[in-house]
């Protein structure tokens, strides 16, 4: 019953919070921070209000229930913060994140990644799924072939065959000692995850290659686990796993940068724009470098040789940074007259889509 009345008090906040953030984020291109605060502290209120209720009623709802809410609130909050440090996706889309992680939980009460990771998953494969058929329809036959010949060299294929299958292992190695219960898709969509993340801190926190860490993992994986990882169950996964994360990572990225930007006049740059080239001071001049398109990955496998001029871009230029730009450019520092702009993609409709369908399936 109490379930029941949550749920009645609490969807029309989730329609309303995920209509009119939509609508803003597709014609301001702005997530306000009202909504966000005001679903958070309605979904507090409602759930404080109704456990302090029934309490005098002796009616049950576990101490250990009002507890997980509150972690959930947490682990949501530290998994939006990371995607957001990561430039998965902007501070903005991270916060909304956050509201509704935090306004379903208390419908559909289970484990406390399931819903994080749930609502992260249906987000993310309509938006893949969208954008993949986008790139694939309006790009060359002629770039497509290169990419795939880049692609199928030998020493490429082998290091990334390394790289997948050491930390692919850790990463299954980590959820199992967390009792993950994620599976199919879902599973492959978190280790994909997973090892975005490892690429990201090894090229931009640590800045140390991972090729001989991946030979030294990948040895003691099959040192330590050679049955499991010659069953054909573990043959389809790593085999989907590979392919995906190469089709996505090389293939997919480099369509991305040709579909969804276009080249301006640097004196044409503009606050809120999202670069897709950045500039890097190297021996006293400055060389413009492509950026990873599709802002969720703008960090993940950026280059990292040299400092960036600007480091954070999904939440595009400030003025700031514009007229920096402007200024090295009339001064003769970077001598290009044209820089790519990243198209704005409005991410709290894909959000809150996926939202919608971690509903209806029941999977949260």
Same mark, same amino acid.
């Given at each position: 019953?109490?379930?029941?009345?949550?749920?009645?008090?609490?969807?029309?906040?989730?329609?309303?919070?995920?209509?009119?953030?939509?609508?803003?984020?597709?014609? *301001?291109?702005?997530?306000?921070?009202?909504? @966000?605060?005001?679903?958070?502290?309605?979904?507090?209120?409602?759930?404080?209000?109704?456990?302090?209720?029934?309490?005098?009623?002796?009616?049950?709802?576990?101490?250990? *229930?009002?507890?997980?809410?509150?972690?959930?609130?947490?682990?949501?909050?530290?998994?939006?913060?990371?995607?957001?440090?990561?430039?998965?996706?902007?501070?903005?889309?991270?916060?909304?994140?956050?509201?509704?992680? @935090?306004?379903?939980?208390?419908?559909?009460?289970?484990?406390?990644?399931?819903? &994080?990771?749930?609502?992260?998953?249906?987000?993310?494969?309509?938006?893949?799924?969208?954008?993949?058929?986008?790139?694939?329809?309006?790009?060359?036959?002629?770039?497509?072939?290169?990419?795939? +010949?880049?692609?199928?060299?030998?020493?490429?294929?082998?290091?990334?065959?390394?790289?997948?299958? &050491? =930390?692919?292992?850790?990463?299954?190695?980590?959820?199992?000692?967390?009792?993950? +219960?994620?599976?199919?898709?879902?599973?492959?969509?978190?280790?994909?995850?997973?090892?975005?993340?490892?690429?990201?801190?090894?090229?931009?926190?640590?800045?140390?290659?991972?090729?001989?860490?991946?030979?030294?993992?990948?040895?003691?994986?099959?040192?330590?686990?050679?049955?499991?990882?010659?069953?054909?169950? =573990?043959?389809? *996964?790593?085999?989907?796993?590979?392919?995906?994360?190469?089709?996505?990572?090389?293939?997919?990225?480099?369509?991305?940068?040709?579909?969804?930007?276009?080249?301006?006049?640097?004196?044409?740059?503009?606050?809120?724009?999202?670069?897709?080239?950045?500039?890097?001071?190297?021996?006293?001049? *400055?060389?413009?470098?492509?950026?990873?398109?599709?802002?969720?990955?703008?960090?993940?496998?950026?280059?990292?040789?040299?400092?960036?001029?600007?480091?954070?871009?999904?939440?595009?230029?400030?003025?700031?940074?514009?007229?920096?730009?402007?200024?090295?450019?009339?001064?003769?520092?970077?001598?290009?007259?044209?820089?790519?702009?990243?198209?704005?993609?409005?991410?709290?409709?894909?959000?809150?889509?996926?939202?919608?369908?971690?509903?209806?399936?029941?999977?949260?």
């Amino acid at each position: 019953m109490i379930l029941n009345v949550l749920t009645i008090l609490l969807l029309p906040a989730i329609f309303f919070i995920g209509i009119i953030t939509s609508y803003e984020d597709i014609k *301001y291109k702005k997530i306000r921070n009202k909504w @966000v605060l005001s679903a958070l502290l309605y979904s507090i209120f409602i759930f404080l209000g109704i456990f302090l209720k029934i309490i005098p009623t002796n009616e049950i709802l576990s101490r250990a *229930y009002l507890f997980s809410y509150f972690l959930n609130l947490i682990f949501a909050f530290f998994v939006g913060i990371l995607i957001w440090v990561t430039n998965l996706w902007s501070a903005g889309d991270a916060k909304l994140f956050m509201a509704y992680a @935090v306004l379903i939980y208390p419908i559909h009460h289970v484990q406390i990644p399931s819903v &994080s990771f749930s609502i992260l998953l249906n987000t993310f494969l309509p938006f893949l799924v969208f954008y993949v058929f986008k790139m694939l329809f309006k790009t060359s036959v002629k770039l497509k072939l290169s990419l795939l +010949k880049s692609i199928l060299k030998p020493e490429f294929l082998l290091n990334n065959l390394l790289f997948i299958f &050491s =930390f692919s292992w850790i990463g299954y190695v980590l959820m199992s000692y967390f009792n993950n +219960k994620i599976s199919g898709i879902g599973n492959v969509f978190t280790m994909m995850l997973f090892l975005f993340i490892v690429l990201f801190l090894f090229r931009n926190i640590l800045k140390i290659d991972h090729k001989n860490l991946s030979i030294v993992v990948s040895s003691i994986a099959l040192f330590t686990d050679f049955e499991r990882i010659i069953s054909l169950d =573990f043959l389809r *996964y790593f085999s989907l796993l590979f392919f995906i994360f190469i089709f996505v990572r090389h293939f997919i990225i480099n369509l991305a940068f040709e579909t969804l930007s276009y080249p301006i006049y640097i004196e044409n740059l503009r606050s809120g724009m999202v670069i897709a080239e950045n500039f890097s001071k190297e021996k006293g001049s *400055y060389t413009k470098h492509r950026m990873t398109p599709l802002s969720f990955l703008s960090a993940l496998i950026e280059k990292s040789e040299g400092k960036f001029l600007f480091p954070a871009l999904s939440e595009g230029l400030t003025k700031k940074d514009a007229e920096e730009i402007k200024s090295l450019h009339s001064q003769g520092h970077i001598k290009e007259h044209t820089i790519r702009i990243f198209q704005t993609v409005p991410f709290a409709p894909f959000i809150f889509l996926g939202v919608l369908i971690a509903l209806l399936i029941g999977k949260i």
